[in-house]
């Protein structure tokens, strides 16, 4: 299980690709705790259509969701990318009934957004927004799920409006494994292939000095964190902001 900061491989493989999977760090008992949580929420069932396979407003119902803000196998990395003062942007989970599509390839820093820009400075990694997506069920070969373009996030050009499909790759992962990427990168969500439902958490990190999303964390789940997960929980700002400790 990979925790903790990157190592120099990791990083190198992050700058090249644009993403990184770090495999294994939820156990079998927080997958099962995790389904469980969703499954209190009594979802609808999905539908072919994006607003039916995503759900919010979680993060308040279950420790289990709050858990993973600053699980150790992501909080190193996201402070890192995004500075000591790193924040929370917006979370979201994801649901797909076999045979349905998601959301095809989007961002990408060309042109340039505020939000999705990439660049390394003096050997260190500065970026806008940073996604986890945990994999609680498997995503095999060919089952669909997470797809981008490695290494789009440094392309000085557009995506075409045709261009050569083999470069949009899916990445395969196993129930327990987090996935790292730049938001700079191309990527998007190909058609669920597989019998079981596809489930997967989203939380997007920001640099403390800006923000993607408009959301505003209701009382209730700044409540139930804990201190360093209010610290990730900040509004947007630059002379007032707390440093998120390790």
């Not at 990318?81 to 924040?87: A, I, Q, S």
């Not at 669909?144 to 470069?167: E, N, Q, W, Y």
Request: charged fraction near 15%.
């Amino acid at each position: 299980m990979a925790i903790g900061p990157m190592t120099e491989a990791e990083r190198y493989r992050f700058d090249l690709h644009g993403f990184l999977v770090r495999p294994g760090v939820l156990g079998t008992g927080e997958l099962a705790a995790l389904h469980a949580a969703i499954d209190v929420l009594d979802l609808p069932r999905p539908g072919g259509d994006l607003a039916s396979q995503r759900f919010n407003d979680h993060l308040p119902i279950a420790r289990r969701f709050r858990d993973l803000l600053d699980h150790a196998a992501v909080l190193e990395i996201v402070r890192e990318v995004c500075g000591p003062n790193v924040r929370l942007d917006h979370a979201y989970g994801i649901v797909m009934s076999p045979g349905t599509g998601g959301l095809g390839l989007h961002g990408g820093g060309t042109p340039f957004d505020p939000a999705q820009y990439y660049l390394v400075d003096g050997g260190r990694i500065r970026s806008g927004l940073i996604a986890a997506q945990w994999a609680l069920v498997d995503h095999p070969p060919g089952a669909g799920g997470f797809v981008c373009i490695p290494g789009s996030h440094k392309a000085g050009f557009g995506l075409p409006a045709t261009f050569d499909r083999d470069l949009a790759v899916q990445v395969p992962m196993a129930a327990g494994d987090v996935i790292v990427f730049s938001e700079a990168l191309t990527h998007g969500t190909l058609p669920w292939q597989s019998p079981q439902q596809r489930r997967t958490l989203v939380y997007k990190y920001s640099p403390g000095n800006s923000a993607w999303s408009p959301a505003e964390w209701p009382p209730e789940l700044l409540a139930a964190c804990t201190d360093r997960q209010r610290l990730l929980l900040q509004p947007p700002s630059v002379g007032y902001h707390r440093p998120v400790a390790p």
